[in-house]
């Protein structure tokens, strides 16, 4: 029985070398930028600077972790990405959900579109193109908040990229401001594929339109909501780089409310140089990551089967 | 009826000033690079300037060179690594969405886990730097971002497995086509929708991206429009020292500091916001295909 089925097997790979042949671009490319630094994550176990190459070095255990885990910087990075990512969740979805439905109720189609693609625009900006709009409000001597806002308000101008406490809320609006038109225009592909019987029903049982938004469009774009919250919690350990490294211009005043996982590995790498370092905390990263969309996964498969992504 | 309507006046309302939230950093950033570089000093920034200058725009066009020669390595990494991405992603992505091919489960598994775990920041660098050695090359700019994850791969596969009849496929190798020539002459001139919708957003992932650039490319004549304006950012004389925007027309102009900046977000603002009327349908299509379930 195993024998044959080899046998058919053989020749059905045959039939389908051509089609494995139109893989073999796209999986060697996966190999090389995905497959061969995963492997080679295990530099993180190394003291790389006896080693000029990926899998050379010494190893040393658990050195470079310990090194990681001795100082602040952990907590205060993974407390920011945590921090951070969090409340980008609940800020996009709320208000991307709010927004979708509003974009819903427009009844003129062109302006519900004109409407969706303007507030879709701040999207396709680049972060390094934010960072100068952020610049023309923060600048310290003639941006516009300390020129014009502040001193109309009677308040003293603020050193805004020497502060760091102002960060917070800085970067929420940065953030809410370039990816509220994304999450408007998930939800919003939900939202119209609802049956509009459900609405007829509800306005013929004399439903106000809370208790329509409340009792059948909430619920019926659930699995949505779940799938893009399981995804960006599974996430969550993972910032958006740009968001934090170009908006508060890389200032070293600012890091401790703006450095994130991903700044702190770039930087460890890149500026200082430190493979040991920013390899123990991109490997804290992975792990962490792999381990939370397993987790968010496991828990929505428990409560309902169809909902999870796997 | 009009109790089923939410109050059109507000919602209008409420969009309105939306836009305005949406546009206005905007106008900020517009307003500062056609005011003149003193009165920006002195007044600051401002939605209306007190002093209109073209001083940064001619600035800019004299010294055009490097910023030229930005714009077109940003569009050619844009164009080519658009094309080869697509290519490749939906050779991969075909194979994977026929039900009868062997091994299926595995390699889609190989893609799908890519979306779950990655090597990080600093191995990726290092096999890029070290392995393949193409720091400070146009392929720096270009690889790193070819099939980003596999995100491109599993929609371009679900639209395979939804949009292409099976009987289409299995006629046509019955008249002998082998499956390349049916993936390249049947398969892909019937997913141009989906083609268009992935490749857009390719695109505007190669035009925006300065992250390979930050971290792979440190010869000026390799910049990226975006990795131009980065530098300016932290360097705003990095035109005028670098050997490729030197011209003699500009010894007599002052350089313009602040406009200069803005001027060049405008720049770079341009192309996009121009073509965006005309692919925003595309975009709205593809955004939404990744978040469907797939």
Known sequence: MKQHNFRTSLRRLKRYQMLFLLMVPGMAYLIINNYIPMIGIL????????????FGGDWVGFKNFEFLFKTSDAWVIT??????????????????????????????????????????????????????????????????????????????????????????????????????GY?????????????????????????????????????LIMPTITILTILSVGRIFYSDFGLFYQVPLNSGPLQPTTDVIDTYVYRSLITLGDVGMSSAAGLYQSVVGLVLVLFTNYIVRKKDKDQAIF | MKSNQMNQKVLHLLFILMTCASLVPLLLVFSASFTDEKSLVTNGYTFWPSEWSLGAYRYLFHSSTSILHSYSISLFVTIVGTAVGVLISSMLAYPLSRKDMPLRNLFSFLVFFTMLFNGGLVTTYLVYTNLLEIKNTIWALMIPGLLTNGFFILIFRTFFTMGIPKEVVESAYMDGASEVKIFFRIVLPLSLPVIA?????????????????????????????????????????????????????????????????????VVGLLPIMLAYPFFQRYLVKGLTLGAVKG
């Open chain 1, 79 to 180: 407390r920011n990405t945590l921090l951070y990512n969090g409340a980008f969740i609940v800020l996009n979805t709320v208000l991307g959900i709010a927004f979708a439905i509003f974009l819903n109720e427009v009844r003129h189609r062109f302006f519900s579109r004109f409407y969706q693609g303007v507030i879709l625009m701040p999207f396709l900006i680049s972060m390094v193109i934010v960072a100068y709009i952020v610049m023309a409000f923060l600048n310290v001597e003639n941006g516009y908040l300390n020129k014009h806002i502040l001193p109309m308000l009677g308040m003293e101008t603020i050193n805004w990229y020497g502060e760091p406490k102002y960060w917070p809320y800085i970067l929420m609006i940065v953030n809410t401001w370039k990816s509220i």
């Open chain 2, 197 to 265: 919708t992935i490749g857009l957003m390719q695109s505007i992932n190669y035009w925006n991206d300065w992250f390979n650039g930050l971290i792979y490319v440190t010869k000026p004549n390799l910049f990226t429009l975006q990795n131009l304006l980065n530098r300016m950012m932290s360097d705003i004389q990095f035109l005028q020292t670098t050997n490729l925007g030197t011209s003699s027309a500009l010894s007599g102009i002052q350089f313009p500091t602040g406009t200069l900046r803005m001027a060049m977000a």
């Open chain 1, 183 to 219: 999450g408007s225009v998930l939800f919003l592909a939900a939202i119209i594929g609802i049956d509009s019987e459900y609405y007829e029903a509800a306005v013929l049982d004399g439903a106000t339109k809370w208790q329509q938004i409340r009792k059948i469009t909430i619920p």
């Open chain 1, 43 to 54: 530099i993180a176990f190394k003291d790389y600077g006896s080693a000029t190459w990926l």
